[in-house]
């Protein structure tokens, strides 16, 4: 579903030359799992991501989303994927169902089919009390969940979740993961960046830990505590990135 | 491009922009209330200018005194009823008599008073020595001889309105006065009254009523109606495009199917919608506010005028929404681009200055007495659809029919680069995910010089070209200074040399060297061509010359140069028959600026703008650029038709060598035929005659033409079939354009 091979992206920086945000960045998400990033604010997360949703184009490497390259067929890519990220806000001058119709239109679908999948979807969400709501009066949890009917309206493959829990209180982060587990169990591929471990042993079926753009660790849970000789994700998380610091300064005296 | 996602995304931001109070504010409830407000508040105004009185004081009133035939001046407080035509006037000007000189300028400085009028002593004596002089003519014949005059003064201060204003009324008081004074004296001595006025005139203005009005309307109406333009496109476009960035939605669009292209054209249509509306509204509501003004200022005599305005003609409100259609493009585009590279809605506020400031003298170029439209100010942006409404208006149909292909077709132009720019903000990563960067210049161009890329970037190529120009226009400066004293052959060569070397070859050079890594590769010199391209650049010069000749004719028909330009055209002819040989005319005239021109516009600046990523918007791009650098309106166009070919010649055939022959055989035979033509009476004395229709060798015969045409199209056929080099960004769009029937 997803085909992610040596993806580099770097900036142009004054000071340095170049900056490296994605350092040959490799992975592969099947459908049917939740594929984790785990990594540190300013880990590469979101640039990745970004590239998968095609609003940025990197230095070299590939990356196939559903068999369409995120380089020469960027508006087929989008076609088949869903992207919410902390960065994607709904408008505040339209309601929610306006906002899921017009991406639903967007996305290509004929009046008649869409109004279905909507009508199915404001239920499956409950979002019907909040359909004729405008985007400026809703509350942090409604907007998510319009984020995700807006999302889900084309029934895409394949899920980007970017960050999609920050910001959100328990009880809505706990629905959204709810959700994100539905759409898994429904066969989607779902790529999933989060900092917060908890939600990466709830969810994901592997996770792959990034650290100043590059993987340090890839697998399931179980068979990265039985490499690396940990029980618990984020002392396995810590320990990596410590490891990759020392690693690091050494490079750097040399 | 999908026309539905572009409908889609129109309808949702119209709803969008409708839905926000502070837009329909400023849109449709703003006009209405503004300009009757304005108006009231005019009216108003207009009261209190009627009923102010101005404070005159009269310094030496006593030199009126004793002189029994003397007519009337001061009556009271105020000047002789006999002077004015209506009791408000004589109201107006109040008067203070007996005050002294010191006192009253004193009084005048501090603002107190507004005029003094002063009779200087011995006023009374001069007077009736001139009345004197008039009765007793016959005795003396010294009376004959002009005496002195008696000058009272009028002392006013011109930095202040009200005193100007005041001093402007008494003035003509003390005219009528005089003329009073003087009939007096010509009847008390027996001459009729004619003898100081043998004959009257009077203007008679045969325009009819709408021809007067038009005339003034047609400057006031496209003036405020651009400007409402203007500003009607700048709010929406910032909420669209910065606002849009600052609330997070537009990640959220950028990420939907829609492609950068319909986004831009969605958001464009609406920002045109508004545009459009928010100049009627603003017109319609200020031409009912005018129109009640108007009649009021009708009853104040001598402010607005002999003669009060009377509604736009009909003429008028037909045109002026057509006009509209072109211009707000223009304008909506333009904002879009700035809203699009602006951060947040206050960033993009900043932008409004700037783009006014650019904007504000083409629209005000036309107002200023003497600009017509014609071909050179047809071809200036905005400025040539002001003066082509204004035609219009005025009722010169026809006229303005010869400037209509010129001026839509620059505003066309315009609007595409303008919807191209944004679409690039739309798609530069740098611009949608722009981060707050501290400006350290010097590190800047380190960077520009340390990260140089393989070929100069777009901005570099643009840059190219704003640099030949300004260093075109400090040469200029500086000789047409030294060319004072006529043109000679020296200088000639000098000049030649000068604007082709140091202009445009030197700036492209160093630029070259500084800015990237493959100077070779850049000024597509870094392979040999084959010999069939070197064949294809000389037949397509041969083929095209005649067809481009015919070109340059016909530009000169359609817009004659003017009397300026063919002085100037006569002594450069004059300064090439100087030249001694005809090797030496080739090689200054035809060589050197294929050589450095071609290293210039097809080598760094085509390089550059190739990574815009499609090939026909360089070779445009590259050929205005060519166009622009010659000096006269007529070569510019002519150039820059030339400059397509010269720049599908190189991305064609990879190589500078066959643009450099195509350029050097294309001005050769250009300026061999003027060679053959003898010098005196022009008569055709050559072995060549037989391929032109007219004696002067300028037109040449249709079959000439016919075959040039055949032979032209077989040579770019065999170009077009050439397997040319793609840039990285042109194989990029291509593989995208493919997208959907690929898949």
Same mark, same amino acid.
């Given at each position: 579903?997803?085909?992610?091979?040596?993806?580099?992206?770097?900036?142009?920086?004054?000071?340095?030359?170049?900056?490296?945000?994605?350092?040959?960045?490799?992975?592969?998400?099947?459908?049917?799992?939740?594929?984790?990033?785990?990594?540190?604010?300013?880990?590469?997360?979101?640039?990745?991501?970004?590239?998968?949703?095609?609003?940025?184009?990197?230095?070299?490497?590939?990356?196939? $989303?559903?068999? @369409? %390259?995120?380089? &020469?067929?960027?508006?087929? #890519?989008?076609?088949?994927?869903?992207?919410?990220? /902390?960065?994607?806000?709904?408008?505040?001058?339209?309601?929610?169902?306006?906002?899921?119709?017009?991406?639903?239109?967007?996305?290509?679908?004929?009046?008649?089919?869409?109004?279905?999948?909507?009508?199915?979807?404001?239920?499956?969400?409950?979002?019907?009390?909040?359909?004729?709501?405008?985007?400026?009066?809703?509350?942090?949890?409604?907007?998510?969940?319009?984020?995700?009917?807006?999302?889900?309206?084309?029934?895409?493959? $394949?899920?980007? @979740? %970017?960050?999609? &829990?920050?910001?959100?209180? #328990?009880?809505?982060?706990?629905?959204?993961?709810? /959700?994100?587990?539905?759409?898994?169990?429904?066969?989607?591929?779902?790529?999933?960046?989060?900092?917060?471990?908890?939600?990466?042993?709830?969810?994901?079926?592997?996770?792959?830990?990034?650290?100043?753009?590059?993987?340090?660790?890839?697998?399931?849970?179980?068979?990265?505590?039985?490499?690396?000789?940990?029980?618990?994700?984020?002392?396995?998380?810590?320990?990596?990135?410590?490891?990759?610091?020392?690693?690091?300064?050494? $490079?750097?005296?040399? | 491009?999908?026309?539905?996602?572009?409908?889609?995304?129109?309808?949702?931001?119209?709803?969008?922009?409708?839905?926000?109070?502070?837009?329909?504010?400023?849109?449709?409830?703003?006009?209405?209330?503004?300009?009757?407000?304005?108006?009231?508040?005019?009216?108003?105004?207009?009261?209190?200018?009627?009923?102010?009185?101005?404070?005159?004081?009269?310094?030496?009133?006593?030199?009126?005194?004793?002189?029994?035939?003397?007519?009337?001046?001061?009556?009271?407080?105020?000047?002789?009823?006999?002077?004015?035509?209506?009791?408000?006037?004589?109201?107006?000007?109040?008067?203070?008599?007996?005050?002294?000189?010191?006192?009253?300028?004193?009084?005048?400085?501090?603002?107190?008073?507004?005029?003094?009028?002063?009779?200087?002593?011995?006023?009374?004596?001069?007077?009736?020595?001139?009345?004197?002089?008039?009765?007793?003519?016959?005795?003396?014949?010294?009376?004959?001889?002009?005496?002195?005059?008696?000058?009272?003064?009028?002392?006013?201060?011109?930095?202040?309105?009200?005193?100007?204003?005041?001093?402007?009324?008494?003035?003509?008081?003390?005219?009528?006065?005089?003329?009073?004074?003087?009939?007096?004296?010509?009847?008390?001595?027996?001459?009729?009254?004619?003898?100081?006025?043998?004959?009257?005139?009077?203007?008679?203005?045969?325009?009819?009523?709408?021809?007067?009005?038009?005339?003034?309307?047609?400057?006031?109406?496209?003036?405020?109606?651009?400007?409402?333009?203007?500003?009607?496109?700048?709010?929406?476009?910032?909420?669209?495009?910065?606002?849009?960035?600052?609330?997070?939605?537009?990640?959220?669009?950028?990420?939907?199917?829609?492609?950068?292209?319909?986004?831009?054209?969605?958001?464009?249509?609406?920002?045109?919608?508004?545009?459009?509306?928010?100049?009627?509204?603003?017109?319609?509501?200020?031409?009912?506010?005018?129109?009640?003004?108007?009649?009021?200022?009708?009853?104040?005599?001598?402010?607005?005028?002999?003669?009060?305005?009377?509604?736009?003609?009909?003429?008028?409100?037909?045109?002026?929404?057509?006009?509209?259609?072109?211009?707000?493009?223009?304008?909506?585009?333009?904002?879009?681009?700035?809203?699009?590279?602006?951060?947040?809605?206050?960033?993009?506020?900043?932008?409004?200055?700037?783009?006014?400031?650019?904007?504000?003298?083409?629209?005000?170029?036309?107002?200023?007495?003497?600009?017509?439209?014609?071909?050179?100010?047809?071809?200036?942006?905005?400025?040539?659809?002001?003066?082509?409404?204004?035609?219009?208006?005025?009722?010169?149909?026809?006229?303005?029919?010869?400037?209509?292909?010129?001026?839509?077709?620059?505003?066309?132009?315009?609007?595409?680069?303008?919807?191209?720019?944004?679409?690039?903000?739309?798609?530069?990563?740098?611009?949608?995910?722009?981060?707050?960067?501290?400006?350290?210049?010097?590190?800047?161009?380190?960077?520009?010089?340390?990260?140089?890329?393989?070929?100069?970037?777009?901005?570099?190529?643009?840059?190219?070209?704003?640099?030949?120009?300004?260093?075109?226009?400090?040469?200029?400066?500086?000789?047409?200074?030294?060319?004072?004293?006529?043109?000679?052959?020296?200088?000639?060569?000098?000049?030649?040399?000068?604007?082709?070397?140091?202009?445009?070859?030197?700036?492209?050079?160093?630029?070259?060297?500084?800015?990237?890594?493959?100077?070779?590769?850049?000024?597509?010199?870094?392979?040999?061509?084959?010999?069939?391209?070197?064949?294809?650049?000389?037949?397509?010069?041969?083929?095209?010359?005649?067809?481009?000749?015919?070109?340059?004719?016909?530009?000169?028909?359609?817009?004659?140069?003017?009397?300026?330009?063919?002085?100037?055209?006569?002594?450069?002819?004059?300064?090439?028959?100087?030249?001694?040989?005809?090797?030496?005319?080739?090689?200054?005239?035809?060589?050197?600026?294929?050589?450095?021109?071609?290293?210039?516009?097809?080598?760094?600046?085509?390089?550059?703008?190739?990574?815009?990523?499609?090939?026909?918007?360089?070779?445009?791009?590259?050929?205005?650029?060519?166009?622009?650098?010659?000096?006269?309106?007529?070569?510019?166009?002519?150039?820059?038709?030339?400059?397509?070919?010269?720049?599908?010649?190189?991305?064609?055939?990879?190589?500078?060598?066959?643009?450099?022959?195509?350029?050097?055989?294309?001005?050769?035979?250009?300026?061999?035929?003027?060679?053959?033509?003898?010098?005196?009476?022009?008569?055709?004395?050559?072995?060549?005659?037989?391929?032109?229709?007219?004696?002067?060798?300028?037109?040449?015969?249709?079959?000439?033409?016919?075959?040039?045409?055949?032979?032209?199209?077989?040579?770019?056929?065999?170009?077009?079939?050439?397997?040319?080099?793609?840039?990285?960004?042109?194989?990029?769009?291509?593989?995208?354009?493919?997208?959907?029937?690929?898949?």
């Amino acid at each position: 579903m997803i085909e992610v091979r040596s993806l580099t992206k770097s900036y142009a920086d004054l000071r340095r030359g170049t900056f490296v945000a994605l350092d040959r960045l490799s992975f592969s998400a099947r459908a049917g799992e939740v594929y984790g990033l785990l990594g540190p604010n300013g880990a590469g997360k979101t640039t990745a991501l970004r590239i998968l949703s095609t609003v940025l184009q990197p230095t070299s490497g590939s990356a196939i $989303v559903n068999g @369409f %390259d995120c380089v &020469t067929q960027p508006a087929l #890519v989008r076609h088949h994927i869903g992207f919410i990220s /902390a960065n994607t806000a709904v408008y505040d001058r339209m309601t929610a169902w306006e906002m899921v119709e017009y991406f639903g239109r967007l996305y290509g679908m004929e009046k008649e089919p869409l109004r279905d999948r909507m009508e199915s979807l404001f239920d499956r969400l409950q979002m019907q009390d909040i359909r004729d709501l405008l985007g400026a009066k809703m509350s942090t949890g409604m907007k998510q969940k319009v984020s995700i009917a807006r999302a889900i309206v084309h029934d895409p493959p $394949v899920l980007i @979740f %970017d960050e999609a &829990t920050s910001g959100l209180d #328990v009880l809505v982060a706990r629905a959204l993961l709810d /959700a994100v587990a539905e759409l898994r169990d429904q066969g989607k591929c779902v790529v999933f960046s989060t900092h917060i471990m908890r939600e990466a042993e709830r969810l994901c079926d592997r996770v792959a830990i990034v650290h100043q753009g590059r993987m340090l660790a890839e697998g399931t849970l179980e068979e990265l505590f039985e490499t690396y000789g940990h029980t618990d994700l984020e002392d396995l998380f810590f320990d990596l990135i410590q490891k990759q610091g020392e690693k690091m300064a050494v $490079v750097d005296n040399q | 491009m999908n026309f539905n996602n572009v409908k889609l995304i129109f309808v949702r931001e119209m709803r969008d922009q409708l839905r926000d109070r502070r837009t329909l504010f400023l849109i449709a409830v703003l006009p209405l209330l503004l300009y009757p407000i304005l108006g009231m508040s005019f009216f108003q105004l207009a009261q209190f200018m009627r009923h102010s009185a101005a404070k005159v004081v009269v310094v030496g009133a006593e030199e009126l005194d004793g002189l029994d035939w003397l007519p009337e001046l001061i009556d009271g407080e105020q000047f002789s009823p006999a002077l004015f035509n209506s009791i408000d006037e004589r109201k107006s000007l109040q008067l203070v008599v007996g005050a002294g000189q010191e006192e009253a300028q004193a009084a005048l400085k501090s603002g107190d008073v507004q005029v003094v009028v002063y009779f200087p002593v011995g006023f009374k004596e001069l007077l009736q020595e001139v009345r004197q002089s008039l009765l007793k003519r016959a005795e003396e014949t010294k009376s004959l001889e002009a005496t002195s005059l008696p000058t009272p003064q009028i002392l006013f201060i011109s930095s202040n309105e009200k005193s100007r204003i005041a001093q402007l009324r008494v003035e003509r008081v003390m005219r009528t006065w005089r003329t009073e004074v003087m009939q007096t004296n010509l009847r008390d001595s027996n001459v009729p009254l004619n003898a100081a006025k043998p004959f009257d005139l009077r203007p008679l203005d045969v325009a009819e009523e709408h021809q007067r009005s038009a005339a003034v309307w047609s400057k006031i109406l496209p003036f405020i109606l651009f400007v409402w333009a203007l500003t009607g496109a700048f709010y929406p476009a910032v909420d669209l495009c910065a606002g849009e960035k600052e609330r997070g939605t537009l990640e959220t669009l950028l990420v939907s199917p829609a492609q950068r292209r319909e986004i831009v054209w969605g958001k464009l249509l609406t920002v045109m919608t508004f545009s459009i509306v928010t100049a009627l509204l603003n017109l319609g509501s200020m031409g009912l506010t005018a129109n009640f003004v108007l009649a009021q200022f009708k009853d104040i005599g001598g402010i607005a005028g002999q003669s009060a305005l009377s509604l736009p003609p009909l003429s008028a409100i037909v045109w002026m929404p057509i006009a509209l259609i072109p211009i707000s493009a223009l304008f909506s585009a333009l904002c879009l681009a700035c809203a699009a590279f602006a951060r947040s809605t206050k960033e993009g506020q900043y932008y409004l200055m700037p783009l006014l400031l650019v904007i504000m003298p083409l629209m005000m170029l036309p107002l200023s007495p003497g600009v017509e439209l014609n071909l050179g100010n047809s071809l200036i942006p905005v400025t040539g659809v002001v003066l082509l409404l204004r035609s219009v208006i005025e009722g010169q149909l026809l006229q303005a029919a010869y400037f209509v292909v010129p001026v839509f077709g620059v505003t066309l132009i315009c609007c595409l680069l303008a919807i191209r720019w944004a679409e690039e903000q739309f798609n530069s990563e740098s611009v949608l995910f722009r981060e707050s960067e501290r400006l350290d210049l010097g590190r800047w161009l380190v960077h520009l010089v340390r990260d140089r890329t393989e070929t100069p970037t777009f901005a570099q190529g643009f840059f190219c070209v704003v640099l030949i120009l300004v260093i075109q226009f400090f040469v200029k400066l500086a000789m047409s200074a030294a060319a004072g004293n006529g043109i000679d052959y020296a200088f000639f060569r000098q000049a030649i040399f000068i604007s082709q070397v140091v202009c445009i070859a030197f700036p492209t050079i160093i630029l070259t060297l500084l800015f990237t890594r493959s100077p070779w590769k850049t000024l597509l010199l870094n392979r040999l061509p084959t010999w069939q391209m070197l064949a294809a650049g000389t037949f397509l010069a041969v083929f095209l010359r005649p067809l481009g000749m015919e070109f340059t004719q016909l530009i000169e028909r359609l817009y004659p140069a003017s009397e300026e330009m063919l002085v100037q055209m006569k002594a450069m002819g004059n300064a090439i028959n100087e030249v001694p040989s005809w090797g030496m005319l080739m090689l200054l005239m035809a060589v050197l600026p294929a050589v450095c021109e071609e290293l210039a516009f097809r080598g760094f600046v085509l390089s550059g703008l190739r990574h815009i990523g499609h090939k026909w918007w360089a070779i445009g791009f590259s050929a205005i650029a060519f166009g622009i650098v010659h000096p006269m309106l007529q070569q510019q166009i002519g150039a820059a038709a030339v400059g397509v070919a010269l720049g599908y010649l190189a991305i064609q055939t990879g190589n500078l060598l066959p643009c450099m022959v195509f350029h050097a055989i294309y001005n050769g035979i250009a300026l061999s035929l003027g060679n053959f033509v003898e010098e005196d009476g022009g008569a055709v004395n050559s072995q060549y005659a037989w391929l032109f229709s007219n004696g002067e060798m300028t037109i040449f015969q249709p079959w000439v033409l016919a075959i040039s045409a055949v032979g032209a199209i077989f040579v770019l056929r065999w170009l077009h079939r050439l397997p040319y080099q793609h840039t990285k960004e042109e194989q990029l769009q291509e593989a995208r354009d493919r997208q959907f029937t690929g898949a």
